[in-house]
């Protein structure tokens, strides 16, 4: 049982060596370390932080002051002028 193992392992090595043929093994590494890869890139990508635009002040217009007669005191009382 041991000895037909051992068997199987060395024929599978020596046909992926020799032949270039790849078993169903290496396939499932290979994709799993393209799938790490893929994983890796997009935790990189989310690292990225976005720069915040700086939000321009609006200056306020000074309102006119309207001059007001109705309210208005009236002028000072002057001592006529005699002479």
Same mark, same amino acid.
């Given at each position: 049982?041991? !000895? !037909?193992? %051992?068997?199987? %392992?060395?024929?599978?090595?020596? %046909? ?13 590494? =290979? ?10 890139? #997009?935790?990189? *990508? /989310?690292?990225? /932080? /976005?720069? #915040?635009? *700086? *939000? ?8 006119? *002051?309207?001059?007001? =007669? /109705?309210? @208005? @005191? ?7 002028? =005699?002479?």
């Amino acid at each position: 049982m041991f !000895a !037909a193992y %051992l068997f199987c %392992l060395v024929t599978c090595f020596l %046909l992926e060596s020799k032949m270039g043929i790849k078993t169903k093994r290496n396939n499932n590494i =290979t994709i799993n370390n393209n799938n790490k890869n893929n994983i890796e890139k #997009k935790k990189k *990508k /989310k690292k990225k /932080k /976005k720069k #915040k635009k *700086k *939000k321009k002040k609006k200056k306020k217009k000074k309102k006119k *002051k309207k001059h007001n =007669t /109705k309210t @208005s @005191s009236p002028p000072p009382l002057s001592p006529p002028i =005699t002479t």
